[in-house]
């Protein structure tokens, strides 16, 4: 009967261990696979522009105006905002089609933003 219950024991230990070690493989394969094994306190899932690089990884990178898109979108914005002068633009805003950054003459900076044909469709104070 000694043998019996010894041999029981090292079982259970063994399916224990056995057990330890696929949840471990799975864990692994999970993270390697970039699937969250488990969250993070207090949400943990921000974005890298949450975190502040200023880039929405869903957007993608910032894109700047250029050529005389940027002529038109920058006057727009200066003659809406009436002062300062334009320190970014960005391409495909997800607030409009156009993002153009004014620092005013105080030095507090607006974003405004334009529609494809350069109509001002609201702004925001940073």
Same mark, same amino acid.
């Given at each position: 009967m000694?043998?019996?219950? #010894? +041999?029981?024991?090292?079982? %259970?230990?063994?399916?224990?261990? @056995?057990?330890?070690?696929l949840? @471990? %493989? !799975? #864990?692994?394969?999970?993270a !390697?696979?970039? &699937?969250?094994?488990?969250?993070q306190p207090g ?6 522009? =949450?975190?502040?690089?200023? *880039?929405? *990884? @869903?957007?993608g990178?910032?894109?700047? $105006? &250029?050529?005389?898109?940027l002529?038109? +979108?920058? +006057?727009a #914005?200066? *003659?809406? $905002?009436?002062?300062?002068?334009? &320190?970014?633009t960005?391409?495909? *805003? =997800?607030?409009?089609?156009?993002? $153009?950054?004014? &620092?005013r ?5 607006v974003d405004v /933003?334009?529609? =494809? @044909? !350069?109509n001002?469709?609201? /702004?925001?104070?940073?």
């Open positions: 000694m043998k019996s219950i #010894a +041999a029981n024991r090292r079982l %259970v230990i063994v399916v224990l261990l @056995a057990g330890l070690l949840g @471990a %493989v !799975f #864990a692994g394969a999970m !390697f696979n970039g &699937t969250p094994v488990l969250a949400g943990g899932d921000e974005t890298e522009d =949450e975190a502040g690089d200023g *880039d929405d *990884d @869903a957007e990178p910032d894109v700047p $105006i &250029t050529g005389t898109a002529e038109q +979108a920058s +006057a #914005a200066l *003659d809406y $905002i009436g002062e300062g002068r334009v &320190t970014d960005e391409v495909g *805003d =997800e607030e409009g089609y156009y993002e $153009i950054e004014i &620092t003459d105080d030095g507090r900076q /933003h334009l529609d =494809e @044909a !350069f001002v469709l609201g /702004h925001e104070d940073d």
